[in-house]
């Protein structure tokens, strides 16, 4: 059986070399600029520690990708197609890009350099997919967190590229890629500046018993003071609308998937990713090796362990997302 | 400056459907219509024999007729529903990329403003496959929409912007509607046919926020470019797009015609356009700033 490749979040040059450490097969991460979807202060690389975690994580056996998976901003794509060359030439195993033109520009002009397609290109079936592999080489897909198991091994079955799945972290409930809820919200949108319901659009404020978090000018969460005080992502938030009053969008749950890797490999998936760039070595390192144990206990024919991770997942609440149909 | 009537968002009767299609046809100071399902699949066979008969009628009274296509492609009758869109004799609007693999070599087709098309690279490329002109998605700031309407000459595609209705904000996998009636999306009842405008979905401290409708979500405000035609104008912008709301669609069109014509000033034409949506504010942050929801003067 081929193992499946264990793809992990590397937000810093530290937190690299601990996925690294930690078993995985590869860490993605990104430049500390507008050009990667995790554009947090205090994470992201510099062109020197790219280039010095590429040869750390190759003289491990681990591949670096370098994720540039925002889209260009009008006037300034220079910026991106920096971010582009200069990942090729630290090294970098393949570069994960959304945009279009982006796409267009590194296929021509990187003729060398593997292409993968980001999750936030939203290619959500085998036609699109098709068309990216055939117009520009693309080798490698990154599923949308809106497929069930069944539709991703009907997707392998008609597509020349390998799939990446996310197994764990993070669960954006909207079609990645294509979400603006946060600019509404904020004037920052995780297409055009790398950031969703960002931190400094958050307030914390107290009403009587109750602690209200509002995100700009709206209010996400009002919880009694004894409750945890979620953090406003926009689409975790309570709402009311007709007769509903709740988690309109999504409960406050996170991916895990781990019970359904034997289903995603059957599926044919080639990549296994785990999302949490802006997460904490100590979270990065028990993540990883939590993984590593269920890919290596899927290839020599174990059961995957049971409810290892739930310390780590938001909430305590997990969830299969789309994997499963009833999701929908 | 052009007008195009986008496609109906909410999920209307058929009836309704077919009367909307012949005032506009009739009535309508508008020279673009885009006709079709963008937002579910499931409600596509509701109206589907409606299309043909509205797109003869709009053709007839001089309007150019373009055919939409779903935002979100992933189930099997939703390709093929993409995949048919192709084949009804004229050119068809994208909305996800899966479409150029469908579109025949040479066949014209639109943009909508569900692609993500926020530079000149991604212009330039599908320009260059054909494109005929680009709606750009609403939350792009004037700054990269004047940067985009200078550079599409050169490319042969032109430039359209959303204008006036609510403004689509996200599409998912998961049915809103369905969620919030306890319904599962396979067995949905159709909900979403009792908002047309979508549901209102408030805060918990009652602040109108966004409005839901089926997999989409659309902004709780409607948009209103009606402030910024002169500026998108000066850009060389070719047309603004009106997104179909349940009011006065024909003086909506007279509002947007006369402004772009200078018949009327900025703050006259938001005055009138705000007495035809009295339960809907407006909002222009996304071209003007802050934030998406902002209205500025």
């Known amino acids: 059986m081929t193992p499946l490749e264990l793809i992990c979040p590397a937000g810093t040059p530290s937190s690299l070399r601990t996925a690294v450490n930690a078993g995985a097969h590869a860490v993605y991460c990104g430049f500390a600029d507008e050009t990667n979807a995790r554009n947090f202060p205090g994470l992201n690389f510099s062109r020197a520690e790219l280039a010095e975690g590429v040869a750390y994580a190759r003289a491990r056996g681990a591949r670096v990708l370098v994720a540039i998976n925002t889209f260009p901003q009008a006037g300034r794509e220079a910026l991106w197609h920096a971010a582009v060359a200069d990942a090729e030439a630290a090294g970098a195993h393949a570069v994960i890009l959304a945009d279009?033109?982006?796409?267009?520009?590194?296929?021509?002009?990187?003729?060398?350099?593997?292409?993968?397609?980001?999750?936030?290109?939203?290619?959500?079936?085998?036609?699109?997919?098709?068309f990216y592999v055939e117009t520009f080489g693309i080798r490698r897909v990154v599923l949308p967190r809106v497929l069930t198991v069944e539709e991703i091994a009907a997707?392998?079955?008609?597509?020349?590229?390998?799939?990446?799945?996310?197994?764990?972290?993070?669960?954006?409930?909207?079609?990645?890629?294509?979400?603006?809820?946060?600019?509404?919200?904020?004037?920052?949108?995780?297409?055009?500046?790398?950031?969703?319901?960002?931190?400094?659009?958050?307030?914390?404020?107290q009403d009587g018993a109750d602690l209200v978090a509002r995100l700009g000018d709206f209010t996400i969460h009002r919880v009694g003071k004894d409750e945890p005080a979620p953090y406003p992502t926009l689409c975790k938030g309570c709402f009311k609308a007709g007769p509903y009053a709740g988690h309109v969008f999504e409960d406050p749950v996170s991916l895990d998937a781990a019970q359904m890797i034997p289903q995603l490999a059957a599926a044919g998936v080639t990549a296994l990713k785990i999302e949490g760039r802006q997460r904490s070595r100590a979270y990065v390192e028990a993540v990883v090796k939590g993984f590593r144990r269920a890919v290596d206990a899927h290839v020599a024919g174990r059961p995957i362990p049971v409810g290892a991770l739930n310390a780590l997942t938001e909430g305590q609440r997990t969830t299969a997302g789309a994997y499963r149909k009833t999701w929908r | 400056m052009q007008l195009t009537l986008g496609p109906i968002l909410g999920n209307w009767p058929a009836d309704r459907f077919a009367d909307f299609y012949a005032r506009i046809a009739d009535e309508a100071d508008i020279d673009r219509v885009v006709i079709g399902e963008v937002v579910c699949s499931k409600r596509l066979p509701f109206f589907a024999d409606r299309i043909a008969p509205a797109a003869e009628r709009l053709a007839a009274a001089?309007?150019?007729?373009?055919?939409?296509?779903?935002?979100?492609?992933?189930?099997?009758r939703e390709r093929r529903q993409a995949r048919d869109a192709t084949e009804l004799g004229g050119p068809v609007e994208i909305n996800d990329l899966t479409m150029l693999r469908y579109l025949a070599?040479?066949?014209?087709?639109?943009?909508?403003?569900?692609?993500?098309?926020?530079?000149?690279?991604?212009?330039?490329?599908?320009?260059?496959?054909?494109?005929?002109?680009?709606?750009?998605?609403?939350?792009?700031?004037?700054a990269s929409i004047a940067t985009l309407a200078r550079a599409a000459p050169s490319t042969g595609a032109d430039i359209e912007v959303w204008g006036f209705g609510r403004v689509p904000l996200a599409i998912s996998g998961r049915c809103y509607h369905a969620r919030v009636h306890g319904l599962a999306k396979d067995s949905c009842q159709f909900v979403c046919a009792q908002d047309p405008d979508g549901l209102e979905v408030d805060t918990l401290d009652g602040e109108p926020f966004l409005a839901a409708n089926g997999v989409q979500t659309l902004s709780f405000t409607c948009a209103d470019a009606l402030g910024a035609v002169d500026a998108l104008a000066a850009a060389g912008v070719a047309r603004l797009r009106l997104s179909p709301q349940s009011c006065d669609m024909v003086a909506v069109a007279r509002?947007?015609?006369?402004?772009?014509?200078?018949?009327?000033?900025?703050?006259?034409?938001?005055?009138?356009?705000?007495a035809l949506l009295p339960s809907m504010p407006l909002s222009n942050g996304f071209m003007l700033g802050p934030v998406g929801a902002a209205h500025v003067a």
């Open chain 2, 255 to 274: 509002i947007f015609r006369d402004r772009c014509a200078g018949r009327i000033d900025p703050a006259d034409a938001t005055t009138r356009l705000s």
């Open chain 2, 105 to 142: 070599p040479g066949q014209p087709f639109t943009v909508g403003p569900l692609v993500n098309v926020y530079n000149e690279g991604t212009l330039g490329f599908l320009a260059a496959r054909g494109a005929l002109s680009v709606c750009l998605p609403p939350e792009l700031p004037l």
């Open chain 1, 100 to 130: 279009l033109g982006l796409i267009a520009h590194a296929a021509e002009r990187h003729p060398g350099l593997r292409l993968h397609l980001s999750v936030q290109a939203a290619a959500a079936n085998a036609d699109a997919i098709n």
């Open chain 2, 62 to 76: 001089g309007k150019q007729v373009v055919f939409a296509s779903l935002g979100l492609v992933t189930l099997p």
């Open chain 1, 155 to 205: 997707i392998n079955r008609e597509i020349a590229c390998e799939t990446e799945a996310f197994v764990f972290g993070g669960l954006c409930v909207m079609a990645e890629g294509r979400c603006s809820l946060s600019s509404y919200a904020t004037g920052k949108s995780p297409n055009m500046n790398g950031v969703c319901s960002p931190a400094s659009h958050v307030v914390y404020r």
